[in-house]
């Protein structure tokens, strides 16, 4: 079976061709960092107009490069939610579209659910049930998947997801964005010990995450050395007036990194005994980081880390869940689908 798969929940245009839930393949991406680093963070309304502009051609280009036809593809798949509700609406639209004018059938997928799904494009498929910690700039989430795709949500974030404490502390810091990357990179060189960041705990019997009081207490670290409020720019330019030593960067990136990988790996570990899975899945763009995979690996050397061009948003994750969606015969009339930002199920 070949799906043709869409992703466009953020700032990613993505399509491939997917055969079996398991062979990728064509994986096309076209990224929108660039055009969103000079704001800071992703501008929606930009991103919506972006996918306007390359949605079809790279539909096109993920069909030659599977060396497909219409006629080879079986089904389409695309991301229904959650995101941002004007990229969603052009992949959703794109999709009812072909689906309808090619006679193909359609299956609308949850993008979060997806991240898990994503490590069945691997050489170590999980097995149900899984547990499957998706960590990114939108959702912080352990989850547990059944074979029937059913899933129960163990714990997470009650504020800022991982990715978007990342995002927000890199600029603190006056690092680029994406921040996850940045503040990795920088990390190498800094020492973890040397500021002490608080991580929250909520209860022992809690497996939710909390970020804000982190990002805080950086911001509280930052003040406090430079003298400086970031938190109040200078309103006519809105520019970091402040200056930190290349050094006490890196031993803040450092500890904060330190920070978040502790909530995450405690988290999981606890989630893992406590549950008994047959596989744990780490996927998401945070999933990529060097530190997260280490300590996990650590802790629970079972964890299968989705691949890191898997991790991040695409196409390919969408088509291995929309393929275990169609052995369950869950497809849907394209006059029935429709965008959901804050979309919770299947």
Not at 163 to 191: Q, T
């Amino acid at each position: 079976m070949k799906i043709l798969a869409i992703e466009s929940s953020c700032d990613e245009t993505a399509a491939a061709v997917i055969k079996n839930g398991s062979a990728i393949l064509s994986n096309v991406i076209n990224s929108q960092v660039e055009i969103h680093a000079q704001y800071g963070g992703v501008v929606p309304e930009v991103a919506a107009r972006s996918h306007i502009e390359v949605m079809i051609p790279v539909i096109e280009q993920a069909l030659n490069d599977a060396s497909c036809s219409w006629s080879d593809i079986d089904a389409i798949a695309v991301t229904k939610g959650p995101g941002l509700i004007g990229s969603l609406l052009i992949g959703v639209l794109t999709a009812k579209t072909l689906a309808a004018t090619k006679n193909k059938p359609l299956i609308g997928v949850n993008h979060i659910y997806a991240h898990g799904f994503a490590a069945f494009l691997t050489d170590n498929s999980p097995q149900f049930p899984f547990l499957a910690l998706t960590v990114s700039g939108g959702h912080t989430t352990l989850s547990l998947y059944q074979e029937n795709l059913s899933r129960e949500v163990l714990g997470e974030t009650l504020d800022d997801a991982a990715g978007e404490a990342f995002d927000k502390v890199a600029k603190l810091l006056g690092l680029p964005y994406p921040g996850g990357p940045a503040i990795g990179k920088v990390a190498e060189s800094g020492d973890a010990n040397a500021y002490k960041f608080p991580v929250a705990k909520l209860g022992k019997d809690s497996l939710d995450f909390s970020f804000s009081g982190l990002k805080t207490a950086v911001l509280r670290q930052v003040q406090e050395i430079t003298g400086f409020n970031p938190g109040a720019l200078d309103a006519q330019n809105s520019q970091k007036t402040y200056h930190l030593d290349e050094q006490i960067v890196a031993d803040i990136a450092a500890s904060f990194q330190k920070a978040v990988v502790i909530a995450l790996v405690t988290n999981t570990q606890k989630a893992w005994l406590r549950h008994n899975p047959k596989s744990l899945v780490v996927g998401g763009g945070v999933a990529c980081n060097t530190e997260l995979r280490s300590q996990m690996h650590r802790v629970l050397p079972e964890a299968i880390f989705v691949p890191p061009v898997l991790c991040t948003d695409n196409a390919a994750m969408i088509g291995a869940l929309a393929f275990q969606m169609a052995q369950n015969d869950i497809y849907i009339k394209p006059d029935e689908l429709t965008a959901d930002s804050s979309l919770e199920v299947i």
